[in-house]
T-cell receptor, first 114, second 115 residues
Framework: GAGVSQSPSNKVTEKGKDVELRCDPI?????LYWYRQRLGQGLEFLIY????????KSGLPSDRFSAERTGESVSTLTIQRTQQEDSAVYLC????????????FGPGTRLTVL | AQSVTQLDSQVPVFEEAPVELRCNYS??????LFWYVQYPNQGLQLLLK??????LVKGINGFEAEFNKSQTSFHLRKPSVHISDTAEYFC?????????????FGRGTSLIVHP
């Protein structure tokens, strides 16, 4: 079956522009996570969706970052007025919604802000 | 809140040598433990996980890890590495049901296998 997919794979944008990143989770997975991975760094949690519950947005670094998910399907991460420090790989992961289940990661979107 | 420490940011090793990547976590309560591998320009994929039972867990690609509750450690080992094992390795910890569903990841260890 299909894994987690993300688009675009690469995005280059100018400082101040808005960008939208997309994640298609594995069908049936109720949990969806967004992470940021800066060059040479670990994973920085951004936001967590679980079914129809209110998302956990505790990791979003500023109000320029937002994310949506429609039901248990596609999610979009939006970064408004991008800054150079937003340059990173943005990883999406989906899971069965239990903490003992592993996460399945997409290949990531590499965002470069010039 | 949980914290995960991967003491070694980089581990260079020669091909066919054994390797150990260290992971320590902060909580003394029961947790679930995971090791993920990230090959260049790819997402993370699961190597192995500890949920309960035997403290020695075997995973894919010949890797294994040992859970040590008293030392709050979950070190990853492989008796003989290959060039293809060159990758970034992440340790992650999740709370038991009732706790946070957001796992905590370590900063990663870069395993570099030399011929």
């Amino acid at each position: 079956g299909a894994g987690v997919s993300q688009s675009p794979s690469n995005k280059v944008t100018e400082k101040g522009k808005d960008v939208e990143l997309r994640c298609d989770p594995i069908s049936g997975h109720t949990a969806l996570y967004w992470y940021r991975q800066r060059l040479g760094q670990g994973l920085e949690f951004l936001i967590y969706f679980q079914g129809n519950s209110a998302p956990d947005k505790s990791g979003l670094p500023s109000d320029r970052f937002s994310a949506e998910r429609t039901g248990e399907s596609v999610s979009t991460l939006t970064i408004q007025r991008t800054q150079q420090e937003d340059s990173a790989v943005y990883l999406c992961a989906s899971g069965a919604g239990n903490s003992y289940n592993e996460q399945f990661f997409g290949p990531g979107t590499r965002l470069t802000v010039l | 809140a949980q914290s995960v420490t991967q003491l070694d940011s980089q581990v260079p090793v020669f091909e066919e040598a054994p390797v150990e990547l260290r992971c320590n976590y902060s909580s003394s309560v029961s947790v679930y433990l995971f090791w993920y591998v990230q090959y260049p320009n790819q997402g993370l994929q699961l190597l192995l996980k500890y949920l309960s039972g035997s403290t020695l867990v075997k995973g894919i690609n010949g890797f294994e890890a040992e859970f040590n509750k008293s030392q709050t450690s979950f070190h990853l080992r492989k008796p003989s590495v290959h060039i293809s094992d060159t990758a970034e390795y992440f340790c992650a910890v999740s709370d038991l049901p009732g706790g946070s569903y957001i796992p905590t990841f370590g900063r990663g260890t870069s395993l570099i296998v030399h011929p």
